[in-house]
């Protein structure tokens, strides 16, 4: 089993940045890609990006391709979302996940553990 607690989210005006960070626990060998979903209510959680287990390789939504940067710390088992230029559309409750198999996946059912989320607001 793997435990996922994320925290980092919270209030912020457009432009501004923030980081999200996922601390991970339990079964080190359950801990493969890694990554970030977001979710609005009533809508569907919507991939935003993914790392694999050694950092050589990430992927983006479109929506936040060139403004959000994923990274991991294998040593602190802590995965990181930078959102900076966030947008009133950027608002959302982010989820950490994790996917025992190694690769990058953009579905959600593909991820087998995930965290309780944390809100992020962008608002004027």
């Known amino acids: 089993q793997v435990q996922l607690v994320e925290s980092g989210g919270g209030l912020v005006q457009p432009g501004a940045s923030l980081r999200l960070s996922c601390a991970a626990s339990g079964r080190p060998s359950s801990i493969n890609t890694m990554g970030w979903f977001r979710q609005a209510p009533g809508k569907e959680r919507e991939f935003v990006a993914a790392?694999?287990?050694?950092?050589?390789?990430?992927d983006y939504a479109d929506s936040v391709k060139g403004r959000f940067t994923i990274s991991r710390d294998n040593a602190k088992n802590t995965l990181y979302l930078q959102m900076n230029s966030l947008k009133p559309e950027d608002t959302d409750v982010y989820y950490c996940a994790v996917a025992r198999k190694g690769g990058i996946y953009y579905r959600a059912y593909e991820y087998e553990y995930w965290g309780q989320g944390t809100q992020v607001t962008v608002s004027s």
């Open positions: 790392i694999n287990w050694s950092g050589s390789n990430t």
